[in-house]
């Protein structure tokens, strides 16, 4: 219970800075509902999940190599920077009023969630987060510390994505069509903003190989 509690806590508190994820998990549940808005953190705790089970199958160290992650920069700038544009663009399009159920597809809101995490910011924290757990639970006799640590920050991840949707939900009823697309228009230019730091991250990271 201890373990799990402050992995909890740190799952928790991984979570409440805006980032990519809050963002677009925000703007979808303004213009489609908090269904919507949750598909985008399933998509988000999908590779959460993923980068676990690599982990925990020994990948850990190769995750981590330079070679890997300095790439995942760029990737994750081009999935950002085309989030981001499809949010200005279609900014007062997929709109619908609270009252009326969406059209929009649960699984294309579940499949921008999945291209916003793979960045290199989230595969960062679960190798670095996650190393010493990792080797602790194997060496000790409790073998399901590093399962119970998992678990822990994925279920803090969940109440924070459940709770911001929920007043997401409530904030929705009131607002016009024409606030909802000016959320989306910004929303687009702040991930477009994580694109340019991502770029930039790469930048600086390949500079030390070159120079």
Known sequence: MEIYLKFFLIGLAIALPVGAITVEMTKQGLKNGFLHGWAVGL??????????????????????????????????AGFLAYLGYDSIKNADKDITPADEKTKKSFWSTYRNGLLVAVSPGNLVFWVSVFGAVL??????????????????????????????????????????????????????ILLIGFSIYFVYEFILALWQYIS
């Open 43 to 76: 998509g988000g705790m999908t590779i959460d999940f993923a980068l676990i089970v690599l982990m925990v199958l020994g990948f850990a160290s190769i995750l981590s190599l330079p070679f890997i992650q300095i790439p995942l920069w760029i990737i994750g």
């Open 135 to 188: 080797s602790e639970s194997y060496t000790s006799a409790n073998k399901g510390s590093f399962a119970i640590a998992a678990i822990g920050v994925l279920s803090g991840i969940l109440i924070h994505d459940i709770g911001l949707l929920s007043i997401v939900s409530v904030t929705r009823k009131v607002m016009s069509r024409k606030m909802i697309r000016g959320v989306s228009v910004f929303a687009g």
